[in-house]
T-cell receptor
Framework: NAGVMQNPRHLVRRRGQEARLRCSPM?????VYWYRQLPEEGLKFMVY????????ESGMPKERFSAEFPKEGPSILRIQQVVRGDSAAYFC?????????????FGPGTRLTVT | AQSVTQPDIHITVSEGASLELRCNYS??????LFWYVQSPGQGLQLLLK??????LVQGIKGFEAEFKRSQSSFNLRKPSVHWSDAAEYFC???????????FGRGTSLIVHP
């Protein structure tokens, strides 16, 4: 049973470009969470999605960031017009049910570097 | 809202020595508590969790943690550290019926041979 998959593992973008991060949840999981980790900091929640629905985006910056989890295919975290401050590790987690935080399984992360 | 404090940014121990990583939380009710480990370049792996019941929780890789309500603490322990335990350790607290844990800033464990 494959775990949570994220790609790419490393992504380099110039300022002003777009970054697309993908997350494939574990088989049987229909809930996806995105977190951002800045250097020497813990993970900060960004958004929680179910298939075709955004449940909670309270941690998402208001501009340039968006997320989706379509009926088919992986969840996508999209960052438009990236800036240096977007450089971070972005982690995706999935769970089989919603409403309980204890069964989140994390992917290996995408490390975004903005030059 | 809940919060987590991990007072030690770095901890250095010798291989074979015992380990205790500190975690203090702030939450008005009985929290859900977690410890995760993150190896370099990897995602987070759940070591153990506490929801209720026995306050001494056993986890994977020989780790355990004790919930002390009076001290608002959930310290992680291991009797004998192995070099492969070198990693970043995160404590997290979750509210009941909440899907989003709050993470501490992490403690980096360095193991000397």
């Amino acid at each position: 049973n494959a775990g949570v998959m994220q790609n790419p593992r490393h992504l380099v973008r110039r300022r002003g470009q777009e970054a697309r991060l993908r997350c494939s949840p574990m088989k049987g999981h229909s809930h996806v969470y995105w977190y951002r980790q800045l250097p020497e900091e813990g993970l900060k929640f960004m958004v929680y999605l179910q298939k075709e629905n955004i449940i909670d985006e309270s941690g998402m910056p208001k501009e340039r960031f968006s997320a989706e989890f379509p009926k088919e295919g992986p969840s996508i975290l999209r960052i438009q017009q990236v800036v240096r401050g977007d450089s971070a590790a972005y982690f995706c987690a999935s769970s089989p049910v919603g409403g309980d935080s204890y069964e989140q399984y994390f992917g290996p992360g995408t490390r975004l570097t903005v030059t | 809202a809940q919060s987590v404090t991990q007072p030690d940014i770095h901890i250095t121990v010798s291989e074979g020595a015992s380990l205790e990583l500190r975690c203090n939380y702030s939450y008005g009710a009985t929290p859900y508590l977690f410890w995760y480990v993150q190896s370099p370049g990897q995602g987070l792996q759940l070591l153990l969790k506490y929801f209720s019941g026995d306050t001494l929780v056993q986890g994977i890789k020989g780790f355990e943690a004790e919930f002390k309500r009076s001290q608002s603490s959930f310290n992680l322990r291991k009797p004998s550290v192995h070099w492969s335990d070198a990693a970043e350790y995160f404590c997290a607290v979750g509210a009941q019926r909440s899907y989003i844990p709050t993470f501490g800033r992490g403690t980096s464990l360095i193991v000397h041979p």
